[in-house]
């Protein structure tokens, strides 16, 4: 049995960076991480992996070099939260007691829920990468690229960075413009969304590209099943219950299904559908005052991204000062939340909006419009601001930069 003052549960993007936080309020000697993997890694690149752009290489560090020094890093899972005793319970049969929990476990991949999978991914023609095993997967298949179909795959769930499963789309079309085989592709995005992107703005934009750039969009088309052999991939049409339609691929690229985590479904902290119950604004849990979260795992009704983790590691840090001093919460969380839509290899679309789906734009410049800085932004700046930026504690979003940008420009 151990004890701890706080403690962090997962050790991703949002566990890292609360738990720099947190050892700069109270001491490292008084935090604690519990992360089973050995490997962390920055996923927003995994985009340009998939299309050749990076070295999956370069998007992993080990966790030992990461989590910061003199925080207890507590190398397992997590089996069990119980809240009402403030303890948690670990695969090694540990129990760790806590004053104050942080919930960051991130979410799920489930390519089981689609029929065929994971073991389609053993066949060539097929990657995803929402993955690290798969991410180089989408690479091969793209240049090996011949003729037909390429095939893009959005699922009926909630996701994390929603524009990732278009994004390789796009760089997809230009490889094959580059590599002069574009014209032998139709290239098709089914979705299970009733729309191209949730945000007018940004949609309209994209719709402008889809059909410059002759990309095929079908609404409401959920993947069911990828039978290899045959290169087909089956999906149902949301809106026509038990009407399927198989189409056949030359590249699939699959976005999976996506839920919360085993040990918070059905357990106290979660809500219904299993995600951890959040105050939306100031990401305290409803029920347990010693509770917080961040991050993919919680049920704060904005997209799903790591620019959403460095907003809310901002407020939430706030958050905890106040609780920790038997003072109320003050700073709200916006719903803040960013996703550089790459539109080519050298262009993106940076949309950045809020709870209210009204764009929020850090630039004092249309953002709808694809720009090569923002390309960069991504690629090159990015990677920098996450690791010694966001981890080290540093980094609570555009924020404050927005306001200083628009001084006198509105
Ligand atoms: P994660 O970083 O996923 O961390 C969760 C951690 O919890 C993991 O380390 C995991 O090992 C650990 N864990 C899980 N279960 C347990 C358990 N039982 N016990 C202990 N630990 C556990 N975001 C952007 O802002 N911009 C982008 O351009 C962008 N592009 C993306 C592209 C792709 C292909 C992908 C996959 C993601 C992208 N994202 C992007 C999203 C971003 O990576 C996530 O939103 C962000 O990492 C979420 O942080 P998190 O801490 O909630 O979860
Ligand atoms: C961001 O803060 C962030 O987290 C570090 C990302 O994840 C990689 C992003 O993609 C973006 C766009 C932001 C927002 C930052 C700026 C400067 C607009």
New binding site residues.
């Given amino acids: 049995k151990e004890h701890v003052k706080v403690l962090v549960?997962?050790?991703?993007?949002?566990?890292i960076a609360m738990s720099a936080r947190m050892k700069r309020k109270v001491g490292a000697e008084n935090v604690a991480v519990?992360?089973?993997?050995e490997m962390?890694y920055y996923?927003?690149i995994?985009?340009l992996v998939g299309a050749g752009a990076k070295s999956v290489e370069s998007s992993g560090r080990p966790t030992a070099s990461i989590v910061p020094s003199g925080v207890r890093w507590i190398r397992?899972?997590?089996?069990e939260v119980n809240p009402d005793t403030n303890s948690v319970r670990t695969d090694c049969g540990k129990e760790i007691t806590y004053e104050y929990l942080i919930v960051?476990?991130?979410?799920q991949l489930h390519y089981e829920r689609i029929k065929g999978l994971p073991e389609a991914f053993h066949h060539p023609k097929i990657g995803s990468?929402?993955s690290l095993k798969t991410v180089q997967k989408t690479w091969k298949a793209l240049q090996e690229f011949r003729e037909g179909n390429a095939i893009f795959s959005f699922p009926n769930s909630p996701v994390?960075?929603a524009?990732?499963p278009q994004k390789i789309m796009y760089l997809s079309d230009a490889y094959l413009r580059k590599t002069g085989k574009r014209s032998n592709a139709t290239i098709i995005y089914n979705t299970s969304l009733p729309v191209l992107f949730g945000i007018k703005k940004y949609a309209d934009a994209l719709w402008e590209i889809v059909r410059a750039r002759d990309l095929n969009v079908n609404l409401r088309h959920n993947l069911i099943e990828v039978r290899p052999e045959k290169q087909e991939a089956v999906f149902e049409n949301l809106d026509k219950p038990g009407v399927t339609k198989v189409f056949e691929y030359e590249m699939l690229h699959v976005t999976p299904p996506m839920g919360p985590?085993?040990?918070l479904k059905g357990s106290p902290l979660a809500d219904e559908a299993g995600w951890l119950n959040l105050n939306k604004e100031t990401l305290q849990h409803p029920v347990y005052p010693n509770v917080f979260g961040?991050?993919?795992?919680t049920n704060l009704p904005t997209a799903?991204?790591?620019?959403?983790?460095a907003a809310q590691s901002g407020v939430l840090d706030r958050t905890i000062s106040r609780i920790m001093k038997k003072n109320h919460p003050d700073k709200k969380y916006d719903g803040y939340t960013?996703?550089?839509l790459v539109t080519s290899y050298n262009t993106v679309i940076l949309a950045e909006f809020d709870y209210n789906g009204q764009p929020l734009e850090t630039f004092p410049l249309d953002q709808s419009k694809e720009r090569r800085i923002m390309y960069h932004m991504?690629a090159d700046l990015m990677p920098h601001l996450y690791w010694h930026g966001l981890l080290r504690g540093l980094w609570g979003g555009p924020g404050p930069y927005r306001t200083l940008m628009h001084l006198g420009m509105k």
């Fill in positions: 549960l997962g050790g991703g993007s949002g566990g519990v992360e089973p993997s962390h996923q927003p995994w985009t397992s899972k997590v089996t960051a476990l991130g979410l990468n929402y994390k960075c524009g990732a985590p085993d040990v961040i991050g993919d795992c799903k991204t790591a620019a959403a983790v960013s996703c550089p991504k």
